[in-house]
């Protein structure tokens, strides 16, 4: 069983930059995919971008591309989001999630954290 922790989130004016953490614990960090997703009032939860356990591979959602970068130190159990740019529609709740495979889709995703709030203000 894996526990997953985000933090850093917050309130942040357009064009700023956050960086979310998510802590694991109770499980081999290192053998997981782990990836961020995102859900805004009203919508769905979405994909934002996954890193493979080695960290060579990293996807991303189009709409993020260039302006949010994954990374993760296997050694301090830690993934990291770090956005830059950031526009009012980057305004959602950010989950972390562990998988046991490469995946951008949310049923592959086994463990969530509870997720942090990011808002930006235009």
């Known amino acids: 069983q894996v526990q997953l922790v985000e933090s850093g989130g917050g309130l942040v004016q357009a064009g700023g930059s956050l960086r979310l953490s998510c802590a694991a614990s109770?499980?081999?960090?290192?053998?997981?995919?782990m990836g961020w997703f995102r859900q805004a009032p009203g919508k769905e939860r979405e994909f934002v971008a996954a890193i493979i356990w080695s960290g060579g591979n990293t996807y991303y959602a189009n709409s993020v591309k260039g302006r949010f970068t994954i990374s993760r130190d296997n050694a301090k159990n830690t993934v990291y989001l770090q956005m830059v740019s950031l526009k009012p529609e980057d305004t959602a709740v950010y989950y972390c999630a562990a998988s046991r495979i490469p995946s951008a889709v949310e049923a592959q995703y086994d463990y969530w954290g509870q997720g942090t709030q990011v808002t930006v203000s235009s």
């Open positions: 109770g499980g081999t960090f290192s053998s997981y995919t």
